[in-house]
C-alpha cells in the first residue's frame, strides 16, 4: 500500500471507530432522554454542523431536489435514525448494529425487485448467509423480551436501504450534486418530524447531565460534521467499493465496544448469526467493488 493510500484507509478506520463506537454512547444518551428527545437533538444539531460545515468550506448553501431531499430525509434520518434509537430502548447495541448493517442485502433485494438487477451466483450465496445469520440473531422459537427491538433494527436496515436506493437514482439524475450539501439538507428536513414527535410524545424531562451532553457533542459533533468529512475526503481517493467494505468494520468495534463497556455478550447462536452476516456483507461488497472496477475497465477501454 503506498503513502497516498494510507491516509484515506486510515480516515475509513476512524470513521469506522466513530460510528462503531456510537452505538454505546447512544445506549448512554437514553439513559436521561426519551428516544425521540435525543434522536430531535442528535439529527438537528447534527444537521446545524453539517450546514455549517458548508459555510465553512464556501459550498453553496442553496439546497437543490428538494422534494427528493424532503423523502431522503424521512427514509434516512426521520426513519433509520428514529427506528435505530427505537430499537436501543428495547434491546443491546451490538445486536442492533450488526442487524442494521444488513442494509447492503436489503438494498441487493430491492435493486432486484425495483431496479431489475440480477442476482448472481456470489449474491445468491450471501442472501442465504445473510438469512441464516438472521434467523440465529432472531431466533423465534426462543424470542424473549428483545424481539421488539430486532424488528426495530431490521426495520432500520430497510429504511436505509430504501434510502440508498432512493439516493442512487438521484446520483444518477443530478450527477454533479453535492453529497455533504444533500446530507446535511435531508438530515435537517428529516430532523423536523423527530423535533414534532419529541415535543408531542409525553416524556420525562431531559437530565441534562454531563453525560448527556457530552453524547449528544459526540453524534451532532463527531458522528456528523468530522465522520462525513472523514468519509468525503477517503470517498475522493479511493474506489467507492472499497470506501464501502472498509466502513462495514463500524458494526464490528460496536459489537466489541458494546461487550468491553456494558457487558453485552452475544450468546453463542448470536455470534454465529453475526459471523454469517458479516461474511455475507464482506462478499456483497466485494461483488460491488469488482463490477465497479469492470466497469471503470470497460470505460477506459472506450
Known amino acids: 500500500m503506498n503513502s497516498k493510500s494510507i491516509r484515506p484507509f486510515a480516515a475509513l478506520i476512524l470513521l469506522s471507530c466513530l460510528w462503531g463506537y456510537n452505538w454505546v454512547v447512544m445506549k448512554y444518551g437514553l439513559m436521561d432522554a426519551s428516544a425521540f428527545q435525543f434522536g430531535a437533538l442528535r439529527t438537528f444539531l447534527g444537521a446545524l454542523c453539517l450546514l455549517l460545515l458548508l459555510v465553512v468550506l464556501r459550498k453553496p448553501l442553496r439546497p437543490q431536489e428538494v422534494p427528493t431531499l424532503i423523502l431522503l430525509g424521512i427514509l434516512q434520518t426521520c426513519g433509520f435514525t428514529g427506528l435505530i434509537i427505537w430499537a436501543l430502548v428495547h434491546g443491546s447495541a451490538g445486536k442492533t448494529a450488526v442487524l442494521t448493517y444488513t442494509m447492503p442485502f436489503w438494498v441487493m433485494v430491492m435493486a432486484w425487485l425495483f431496479l431489475r438487477e440480477k442476482i448472481g451466483y456470489t449474491q445468491k450465496v450471501a442472501i442465504i448467509l445473510s438469512l441464516t445469520g438472521l434467523l440465529l440473531i432472531v431466533d423465534p422459537i426462543h424470542m424473549g423480551s428483545d424481539g421488539f427491538s430486532i424488528l426495530l433494527a431490521i426495520l432500520a436496515g430497510v429504511f436505509w436501504a430504501f434510502a440508498v436506493i432512493i ?88 459489537v466489541l465496544a458494546a461487550w468491553v463497556q456494558l457487558g453485552e455478550r452475544p450468546m453463542p447462536h448470536e455470534f454465529c448469526g453475526m459471523l454469517l452476516i458479516g461474511v455475507s456483507l464482506i462478499m456483497i461488497s466485494t461483488h460491488a467493488m469488482s463490477q465497479h472496477q469492470e466497469i471503470e475497465s470497460a470505460m477506459g477501454q472506450d
Do not use: E
Open 167 to 254: 439516493a442512487k437514482k438521484l446520483h444518477h439524475r443530478v450527477p454533479d450534486l453535492d453529497l455533504l450539501s444533500l446530507t446535511a439538507w435531508q438530515m435537517l428536513f428529516g430532523s423536523l418530524p423527530l423535533v414534532i414527535l419529541a415535543l408531542w410524545v409525553p416524556a420525562p424531562p431531559i437530565h441534562w447531565t454531563s453525560r448527556f451532553i457530552a453524547s449528544v457533542a459526540f453524534n451532532a459533533i463527531f458522528c456528523n460534521a468530522l465522520a462525513w468529512l472523514l468519509w468525503l475526503y477517503a470517498l475522493k481517493r479511493l474506489a467507492a467499493g472499497v470506501a464501502s467494505m472498509t466502513s462495514m468494520l463500524a458494526p464490528l468495534f460496536g
